[in-house]
């Protein structure tokens, strides 16, 4: 089953269409790589944790969708601090930070079912039927991956600390990815069977 972060509210962010929702996310993140600018991005943060307040969330919700990915925006932090400078390095993270908080607006404020129609129904108007029905395959899997991810890091966390690694990053990050690959890879493979032709449901379980 699809895990929703979707939390039910009559607000006018939860009333706009999740079609409409996506299309302003794709802008709104493309903009925010094509203009380098830290008063965009400034007005860009105002702007996403005032849609917040506007739906009706509280401002704690954007804490918690940017802290799992702390350890990796503090690794690009660093990368850029070696390539260029402190500056350009806070910029990048910010930029990934408010992108993620967004992302995480859309899935608080949208039902799954609700994007995933929404997205179909987009992609179906350009290119018809066939690729929409594949493109809704791949959105609504990678939405099954996103929090799947997250849970294999809390388990293999949990592990480690039980067997007094808590500290040790090695002892982490491997089995986390060696796990993660390994759901990708059952990923991939509901994908091939369902372009074989094989029934596949909306939560990513394949049907025989």
């Not at 830290?38 to 704690?60: D, E, H, P, Q, R």
């Not at 799947?148 to 982490?172: C, D, P």
Request: glycine share 6%.
């Amino acid at each position: 089953m699809l895990i929703s972060l979707y939390k039910p509210g009559n607000s006018p962010v939860h009333r706009t269409p999740a079609g409409l929702k996506i299309v302003l996310l794709f802008i709104f993140c493309t903009l925010l790589f094509l203009l380098q600018s830290w008063w965009f991005l400034a007005g860009a943060i105002v702007a996403v944790l005032a849609a917040y307040l506007l739906a009706k969330l509280s401002l704690t919700l954007a804490w918690q969708a940017v802290r799992p990915a702390l350890w990796v925006l503090v690794l690009i932090f660093l990368v850029q601090l070696w390539l260029n400078d402190w500056q350009f390095g806070l910029y990048v993270v910010l930029r990934f930070a408010i992108m993620i908080v967004a992302a995480t607006l859309l899935t608080l404020t949208s039902k799954t079912s609700e994007m995933i129609e929404g997205i179909e129904r987009s992609v179906g108007k350009v290119f018809g039927a066939d690729v929409a029905e594949k493109v809704g395959l791949a959105f609504s899997l990678s939405l099954r991956f996103i929090p799947m991810v997250r849970e294999t890091y809390q388990e293999v966390r949990e592990a480690q600390k039980a067997r007094g690694l808590g500290r040790n990053w090695r002892a982490l990050i491997t089995p986390t990815m060696i796990r993660t690959l390994k759901s990708a890879d059952d990923i991939a493979q509901a994908i091939d069977a369902r372009s074989a032709g094989a029934p596949l449901a909306k939560d990513g379980r394949h049907h025989d």
